[in-house]
């Protein structure tokens, strides 16, 4: 069954079961069959993915001098897992072609078929992305762990009862990345083309979240990362998996609920805006 | 044959025209797009900030040589994509059956095809490599080197791309392929060949083009180097007339209909 | 003068066959199993100079193979084509100076455009000098009323005016033969009335061959004398459209006739009901898929 039907919230309606949440099963589930059926597509990304990792294993290679020397409290193995993780979140979940499909409908008004059925247009999408992501994020995570363990060694001090704690990281992680992609999507709505955005936001994420962990920039700027997306959306969640601590872990999840809560609203209240404004003025 | 010529440039001056008018029917996107892509491409100096940061050079360059190498790329990636968008999305038109219209022209079929689009975003790409080896300050004779190994590069990627899509041909999954290949190949390409080493070395010189369309050119505009540069020079035009031939290979290919499979 | 000829002509696609789901994609990876379709087989007509012709059948019958053949896209396996007295197979760029096409499903013209602009694009295709361009355009123009939405992007413009654009775009050149694939698909009443008007016009005073493959009965019995319809790769029947309705009236007529006699109301004879052209072709296709 779908991640939500598990957790619908029942209603009782005049003797009727009435679950909203049903629908958003429903489309989650017949993504994950359509995308089963391309699983073979989809490893034909890990080439892409592995000649990410393959550059940063040299480029640390060549950045550590000594082994078991530290660059930002970091070994080498953790300092290339850190960029495993991460990358495995942004290839393994696709938020870029969720996005894209809704600046296409926007821009095609096409939209306007869409948000006339009965669901909401957001979590529509929102339920498509976790169908593609339940694919797509085990198996790239099977291969971070098959290159990592090959040709970059094990992780120092890893605890697999942590697993689970992490997994709920990542995935809260990867659901506020397709919001705030989503937002900037939205904006469809106003502007003709919004990817410049995207390639904006992605290039921030990329070069100060994804390629490096928060630690390795100068002090001061440090905290002021960590009020970032940035936190909530790869570090914290990759961080996690490189060097757990309970304490750590609660602090990220609770910087994850407040930066979803802020994230959703503020993404209905877009798309209200949007919708209000196509209304106005028509396809 | 001379007029011949003439005329087929005719038309692929006016198809790049068209497509240029066509990318700018919208002032504002076209620049914002210019614009953000210029910033994307500026964005990634933060990584070599930092990395120098922590060491005085990495894989043997410093710098301004990363800036230079940097330059090249884009430039090299920007123009191809500009010109010849098309040959990178070359299985897709391939696989789609959709060389038909180009064959019942009566002009050069691959020249029309690779013409047939652009990539705005591309000219940010081709403005930031320009503007990046300028602030290096290269000096007259480093910034005619750079401009003829953007040529050359450009060569070399459309080359790649051409001889991948081409393969379309034959293997229908290749328009996946082609783009992931041709995308890993620039992400080598903005990185020193000094981290990698041994096997990796060698594909990247000779396999994947990154070596020659990049690593080179950026030795030669650093220090002249007389081998290097016919090197480069050599492997630009092999490839070139690799990736034509192959492309007319299976264009005959798809004339007798055995792809009719994709097609239907 | 012959403006197409074609002596056998066949063309066979392999196809790669593939069973359901997993097993059989690992299967077709392993074993390949190719089938052999004959997309056309032994198909042999010819064209007058001038002549305007249908070429019908049914979805999948070799129209379009048959079509892409003629205009050098495709290769045939076997037999002989020759169009204006040109091997397209040999001599696809020279023939090509010398035909136009237009694909009903396929746009050639580039929307954010205006027709104007896009007329000229094709003069330098088929190597026209500015001045010659500009004299066809105006030519043309003045003559299938374009005038005015020359200057009206190709977006903007009705879906009867761009294909329109799309046939007058195709005679820049002043081709000897036009190749026609279903020229009408989705216009309404009038604008297909329009196209044909154009076609017909065409054909009569630039003495076009028009090759026209088409679903639309109202265009073959409108323009073209002819009919050759094709089904599994042959060509089942090649006649004028006239005598191909007497001879359906007469046999209609007979079989009414024996009909009548079996139910001995020999003297309550009545005539045949009139036959169209739809019923007709709905007829041939229904006892080419029985036989």
Redesign the interface.
Known sequence: MGKYGDKSVSMNIKGVRFRPWRKYAVIYRSVLMENLQYA??IA??F??YF??I??FI??W???YRTPGEL?AGYTKEQMIWYVMMTEMMFFGSNAASVAGEVARDIRSGNIAYLMNKPYHYTLYILSRYTGEWSIRLPMYALLAVVIGTVMVGPLPHFRLTAVPAMAVCVVLGLTIHAVFKLCISLFSFW???A???Q??YD??IL??GV??PVE??PKALQPLLKMTPIYTVCYGPAKLIVDFSPEKCLEILAAQILYLTVGCVLMSLIYRKGVRKLYVNGG | ML?AAK?QL??CL??MK?NM??EM??K??FL??V???V??NA??L??WI??FR??ED??GYTFREILFLWGLTAASFGLSHILFARAFSLSDLIIRGKL??Y?????NVLVSVLTSSTDI?AIGDFLYGVALVCACRPGVGGFFLFLLFTVTGTAIFTAFALLLGSLSFWFV?MD??QG??V??AV??AT?PD???EGI?RFLLYFIVPVGMAVWYPVHVIVSFHAGMFFAVLGYACALSVTAVAVFYRGL?RY????L??AR? | MQAITVENLS?T????RKEKGMRGSIKAILHPQTEE?R?VNGVSFSVDEGEMLAFIGPNGAGKS?TI?ML?????PDGGRVEVLGIDP?KK???L??R?G?V?GQ?E?L?T??TPY?NF??FG????LSERETEERIAELSERFELNAFIDTPVRNLSLGQRIRCEIVASLIHKPKVLFLDEPTIGLDPVVKENVRELIKQMNREEHTTIFLTSHDVGDIEKLCRRIIIVNDGQIVLDDSVERLKSHYQDKMAADVYARSQESGMAEKYEEAPNISLEEILVDIYRSEEDG
């Not at chain 2, 064959?103 to 002009?107: A, E, G, I, T």
């Not at chain 2, 004339?255 to 055995?258: I, K, P």
Request: one cysteine or more.
């Open positions: 073979a597509n034909m990304g080439f892409s000649v990410f393959f550059i040299k480029l290679g060549y950045m660059i502007i003709e083309d990817t410049p955005f390639w904006l290039k921030l070069v100060v390629m490096f390795i920039f | 007029t005329n005719r038309v006016l198809s068209y008018m066509r029917v919208n504002v996107t914002t797009n614009c953000f892509m910033l994307n964005s990634i933060v990584q930092i990395l922590l060491r990495v894989g038909d219209s064959l019942v022209q009566p002009k975003s999954r996946i392929l992931q290949m995308m890993g992400s080598f990185y000094g981290i990698f990796s005959k004339a007798s209909g055995n009719m499979e239907m | 063309k696609f392999r196809v790669k379709i997309a193979t892409k205009t050098g896209i495709l290769y197979m696809r760029k020279q090509a100076y035909i096409t694909f396929k050639q580039w954010h455009l602009d000229r694009f330098a295709i088929y190597d």
